[in-house]
């Protein structure tokens, strides 16, 4: 499947913004102002958007409307974007290919607790490419990879999740989405830009008006902690994996002799 990819979200208002530190010592700081929700657009489908069953049990529990996306605080997804981006941008020789396009959970060497160095060093390879979703309940888990041949310069992002849990999503349980590098690449841009953009209104209305009422929030922090984080997508993308090319290739052929990893369905 191809298609346009978007990392989008909307922040709570800032006044619905709720403090940490609970009621004897309430507080606020630059994560906390991220609250909100988030969904991931690709290929004309909604990951991070929860299935109609679940948004109408949830309707049912909480006695009114409840928000369609992922509800937490919106800096994670940025973070998590972030943390993947170099290795996802390191190209995948043709000869690792199958093995990265694998999906190695229930594999026979998965679980094992004396793994060779070089299958070690092919299941780190493997999963620095995956998207770390665990402040969410059975949230799809993602992967992506580059290619770089005469067929052009392309991300590949696989998804799937628990199909039957209690937590269900509205996109197909599996799927898979190439895309031009370039389009990743704007996309993770977008997210950043839009992110920070947010952020500094919000940072500058408190610095107008002052903490609420009763909350701790040091604004010099604040300010500070997002000068500092504009500077966090040209750090990732600056920054080079050190891949022991050789012990991947050694491990990745372990992985597929011992048996069967295969990709999720093709949505």
Excluded: K
Aim: net charge negative; with cysteine.
């Amino acid at each position: 499947m191809s298609g346009r990819l978007r990392f989008r979200f909307e922040l709570r208002a800032l006044a619905d913004v709720g403090p940490w530190g609970g009621e004897r010592n309430p507080d606020l700081h630059w994560f906390a102002l991220t609250q909100g929700c988030y969904w991931i657009e690709l290929g004309g489908q909604e990951l991070l958007r929860y299935s109609e069953r679940t948004l109408r049990r949830w309707r049912d529990e909480a006695g009114g409307d409840v928000r369609p996306y992922a509800d937490y605080f919106v800096v994670r997804i940025w973070e998590d974007v972030l943390e993947i981006l170099a290795d996802v941008l390191e190209p995948v020789p043709p000869d690792l290919v199958t093995f990265v396009s694998s999906d190695l959970a229930g594999h026979p060497l998965w679980d094992e607790d004396d793994l060779t160095h070089e299958a070690e060093a092919a299941s780190d390879w493997h999963g620095r490419r995956s998207m770390y979703m665990g402040p969410l309940v059975n949230a799809p888990q993602m992967r992506w990879w580059r290619t770089v041949d005469d067929d052009g310069d392309r991300i590949t992002v696989s998804w799937s999740h628990e199909p039957g849990h209690r937590i269900e999503f509205a996109a197909s349980p599996a799927g898979r989405l190439v895309l031009p590098t370039g389009d990743y690449l704007a996309a993770v841009a977008e997210l950043d830009g839009a992110l920070l953009a947010a952020m500094e209104q919000r940072v500058a209305a408190l610095e107008a008006s002052g903490p609420p009422s009763g909350v701790e929030l040091d604004l010099e922090h604040l300010r500070h902690e997002h000068r500092d984080r504009a500077a966090w997508l040209e750090r990732a993308r600056a920054r080079t994996p050190a891949t022991d090319w050789p012990a991947v290739r050694a491990g990745a052929r372990e992985f597929l002799a011992a048996g069967p990893a295969l990709p999720p369905a093709e949505a």
